[in-house]
């Protein structure tokens, strides 16, 4: 039913660019928040950024790197990444729930979320 698919990610150099793809089934975007996580080993599941179709979208402000955006005709999110560096490497996830990106971060438990996808920087 409801269904999250990642893809974009691989190995690269400090330095360069990754444009990440998450596609959604199942619902309809217009109605849900939908957001970008990571988790690198040995370190907490971290939130990078989240769109939704009202107010209170979510950015962290280390990660003025990365660019969030969602095309709900065509059901799904990107995150472009620039300037990459080391310590991004991580599983990138991304997970939807319906309201606002308040509660995706405060209830991630309750929302549905894709395989991720494996970003490896390095030289």
């Known amino acids: 039913q409801l269904q999250l698919v990642e893809s974009g990610g691989g190995l690269v150099q400090p330095g360069g660019s990754l444009r990440l793809s998450c596609t959604a089934s199942?619902?309809?975007?217009?109605?849900?928040?939908m957001g970008w996580f990571r988790q690198a080993p040995g370190k907490d599941r971290e939130e990078i950024s989240c769109?939704?179709?009202?107010?209170?979208n979510y950015t962290n402000s280390m990660k003025g790197r990365f660019t969030i955006s969602r095309d709900n005709t065509k059901n799904t999110l990107w995150l472009q990444m620039n300037s990459l560096k080391p310590e991004d490497t991580a599983v990138y996830y991304c997970?939807?729930?319906?309201?606002?990106?308040?509660?995706?971060?405060?209830?991630?438990?309750?929302?549905?979320w894709g395989q991720g996808t494996q970003v490896t920087v390095s030289s």
């Open positions: 769109v939704s179709s009202g107010t209170g």
């Open positions: 199942g619902f309809a975007l217009d109605a849900y928040a």
């Open positions: 997970a939807a729930i319906r309201g606002a990106c308040r509660e995706l971060i405060l209830f991630q438990n309750f929302g549905s």
